[in-house]
């Protein structure tokens, strides 16, 4: 399910605890790359996706959940671009079943997988070895080809909420003054 990041952070800062019993955790907030960055991946699986993606303004927040008529707990909870998929992301650089999550049920602790991708699964910066789970913890960033996606468990979501609102007036603050000098990025 795909939740909009500003109504989430809206209702997180007016009652967190209501957020806490109506969404899911852990969550993955994907996040459209920065105006002018280009793609590391240019290898497609699949084009003419019509799903929601997120803006720069508005990111998207997937819960990390097996959808309720897919329940086979032995596969993980399947992220990819294919309607099957329990997480769906789309974008075509991302393989019809890219990861797989999985909750250690003794400890608690998120793994996320590779299962096999054409573009990879990065953590932290670090490409996966696919079928290698590999341990989440409060917060992670990963990477599904081209996709940036930020792994929050509840205990991290308010400081994301405080880093994400603090980097976007940042930016707002820097275009200001070339805005009001005349001046844009274009010229």
């Not at 994907?30 to 793609?39: F, K, M, N, S, Y």
């Not at 996320?112 to 290698?132: F, K």
């Not at 205990?155 to 603050?173: K, P, V």
Request: net charge neutral.
């Amino acid at each position: 399910m795909h939740l909009k990041f500003s109504t989430l952070t809206s209702q997180f800062l007016d009652d967190p605890q209501s957020v806490r019993r109506a969404v899911c955790w852990p969550v993955l907030v994907w996040e459209a790359p920065p105006v002018g960055v280009r793609p590391l991946f240019t290898r497609s699986t699949m084009t003419g996706l019509s799903m929601r993606r997120p803006t720069v303004a508005e990111p998207l927040v997937l819960e990390v959940r097996k959808r309720s008529h897919l329940v086979t707990p032995a596969s993980g909870i399947t992220l990819g671009r294919t309607p099957d998929s329990d997480i769906i992301v789309d974008d075509p650089t991302v393989s019809r079943v890219h990861a797989t999550f999985n909750e250690e049920s003794q400890t608690g602790v998120w793994y996320v997988s590779d299962a096999g991708s054409h573009n990879g699964t990065w953590q932290d910066g670090t490409l996966l070895i696919p079928g290698r789970p590999m341990p989440l913890f409060d917060r992670a960033s990963l990477r599904f080809g081209d996709v940036m996606a930020t792994f929050l468990h509840f205990s991290a979501f308010n400081q994301f909420i405080l880093d994400w609102l603090a980097r976007h007036s940042r930016a707002a603050r820097m275009q200001l003054p070339m805005m009001e000098s005349g001046l844009t990025r274009e010229g």
